[in-house]
């Protein structure tokens, strides 16, 4: 396991300067309070994967629909794109 830690990155000092990623909402907040849950990307500086977090809101009952994603592969790269894109 030791081996697959990239220590330079894990021990940067400035970690979070040169990391952090602050959440990005997907849509504009007010919108999605009023449809009762708030959505925001988490992980987005990679090529490899993203990641997003969805809160819903005290009492509310929301229905999330997401376009289905492609995965496509070439010259040894892989790209993913929801369909549509």
Not at 32 to 40: P, T
Not at 67 to 74: E, F, S, V
Request: net charge positive.
């Amino acid at each position: 396991m030791l081996v697959v830690i990239d220590w330079d990155l894990n021990v940067d000092p400035d970690f979070a300067k040169n990391r952090f990623m602050r959440p990005k909402p997907v849509r504009p907040v007010r919108q999605m309070e009023a449809e009762g849950y708030i959505e925001n990307w988490i992980c987005y500086k990679s090529k490899a994967f993203s990641a997003k977090e969805l809160t819903i809101l005290p009492g509310r009952t929301v229905t999330i629909k997401t376009a289905p994603l492609r995965i496509y592969h070439h010259a040894g790269a892989r790209h993913i794109r929801r369909m549509g894109d």
